[in-house]
C-alpha cells in the first residue's frame, strides 16, 4: 500500500492489512537531503502536531535522534562508544551541594529496553533529581538528568539494596549515644589531667517494634494465624542477623548507616505469644555517602525488563523479565515502581 493513498477511495475498508498503516515490522528510517535539526519517533497518539521538541524520552518513544556529532538516537548517548555499563546518579535538587552521588550501577544488556532502579537510602521530605550515565568501559556518556521527585514517607524503615521493611507497629527508639574516644593522663607534677580526643564520632542505640503481617497491621483479618506470623517475624530476624549493612530512615530525616546486632524477641503479652516484638542494637559505621556505600554493598543493581507495542501503541510487557541476578521474579518486583520516565524514583 502507498500511505496516504487508498484503493478506488474505498478507505479503510479497503486495505490489505490489518491496520491501515502496516509499520509494525519497520526497523529503518531513511531521510533525504536536507538540514535536520532532531527526529523525534514516539508511539504516543496524544502527541500534537507543533513543531517543539520532546521534553523527555517516556517509554512509548521510538527514536529521538538530536545529531550531536554522531547517529545515536537512544535514550542515552555513549559518545560513539559501545555502552557497557549504566551508572545512575542522585543530587537533592536546587542545593548549594550540587555533587551527585553514585546509587546504582548495572551491566548494559541489549536484550533488554527498560531498566528500573529503586531507591531506599533518601532522606524525607526532600526533592532529588536523578541522572543516568552510560560507560563505555572508562568513558563516560553524556548525563542525561531527569524530572525532580519529592520524597515523602510516614514512620521508620530499615532497608538494605534488596529488602525494606516498617517498624511503623509499637516503635520504640532508644536513647542515642554519641560515642567519642579519649585518653587522659594524670602528670606527677600537675594538678589537673591531660585529656586528648580522637577522631570518633558514632552513634549507637536500640530499636523496639512489633512487627505484623498486612493482614494483621491492615486489619484484612479479624484473627490471628500465628504460623503467617511466625514466618513474617523470622524473615525480619534473620534480615536483622545477616551481617549486612543496613539504613534506618527516620520520619525526621534522619539517616543512619549501621550494623545490627543482639538481636531478640518477646511476646506482646501473657498468653499472646503469637505475635512478638523484635528488638535489636545497632552501631553507626559511617555517613550515607560513596565510600561507605561502596565498601558496604549500597550500590544498588536494577531491575531489567522488555516491553513493546500492540497495534494501537499500548505497552505490552514481556513476562520473562529478569533482575540483574538472573531470577525471574524481577517483573513483580519491579513493575510497581515503573514510572512515565524510567530514570529514577524514590520510594518510601
Excluded at 502527541?47 to 521510538?62: G, H, R, S, V
Excluded at 550501577?105 to 536523578?130: A, G, H, M, P, S
Amino acid at each position: 500500500m502507498i500511505i496516504g493513498v487508498d484503493y478506488f477511495n474505498y478507505g479503510f475498508d479497503q486495505q490489505y492489512y490489518d491496520t491501515p498503516i502496516p509499520t509494525s515490522e519497520l526497523d529503518e528510517v531513511t531521510m533525504g537531503a536536507g538540514m535536520y535539526d532532531e527526529v523525534f519517533i514516539s508511539v504516543d497518539d496524544t502527541i500534537d502536531n507543533k513543531q517543539e521538541k520532546p521534553a523527555q524520552w517516556t517509554l512509548k518513544t521510538i527514536m529521538d535522534a538530536e545529531f550531536n556529532d554522531n547517529l545515536e538516537a537512544g535514550s542515552i548517548n555513549g559518545g560513539g562508544h559501545i555502552v557497557t555499563k549504566i551508572q545512575c546518579y542522585r543530587r537533592e535538587y536546587r542545593s548549594t551541594d550540587t555533587e551527585w552521588q553514585l546509587v546504582s550501577q548495572f551491566d548494559y544488556d541489549e536484550r533488554y529496553n527498560l531498566y528500573t532502579v529503586i531507591d531506599r537510602f533518601i532522606e524525607n521530605n526532600k526533592t532529588y533529581e536523578y541522572c543516568i550515565v552510560p560507560l563505555a568501559k572508562e568513558i563516560m556518556g553524556d548525563v542525561l538528568i531527569g524530572p525532580p521527585i519529592k520524597s515523602t514517607y510516614n514512620g521508620t524503615f530499615i532497608s538494605d539494596i534488596d529488602t525494606n521493611f516498617s517498624m511503623d507497629v509499637d516503635f520504640s527508639f532508644s536513647d542515642l549515644a554519641y560515642n567519642t574516644n579519649m585518653s587522659k593522663a594524670v602528670p606527677l607534677n600537675g594538678q589537673y589531667p591531660i585529656v586528648s580526643f580522637g577522631n570518633s564520632n558514632y552513634r549507637t542505640g536500640s530499636v523496639k517494634f512489633l512487627p505484623l503481617t498486612p493482614q494483621q497491621e491492615f486489619g484484612y483479618s479479624s484473627e490471628i494465624n500465628a504460623h503467617d506470623e511466625f514466618v513474617n517475624r523470622q524473615n525480619i530476624t534473620n534480615f536483622l542477623n545477616n551481617g549486612k549493612a543496613k539504613v534506618i530512615r527516620r520520619e525526621d530525616g534522619d539517616i543512619i548507616v549501621v550494623a545490627t546486632t543482639n538481636v531478640r524477641t518477646s511476646a506482646k503479652a501473657e498468653g499472646l505469644d503469637a505475635i512478638s516484638n523484635v528488638t535489636f542494637e545497632f552501631v553507626e559505621i559511617g555517613p550515607l555517602d560513596y565510600n561507605t556505600m561502596d565498601k558496604s554493598g549500597l550500590i544498588s543493581s536494577a531491575g531489567k525488563a522488555v516491553y513493546t507495542y500492540d497495534d494501537d501503541g499500548n505497552i505490552v510487557w514481556n513476562q520473562e523479565a529478569r533482575a540483574e541476578d538472573g531470577s525471574k521474579s524481577a517483573l513483580e518486583r519491579y513493575r510497581n515502581s515503573f514510572t512515565s520516565d524510567p530514570i529514577g524514583r524514590a520510594v518510601g
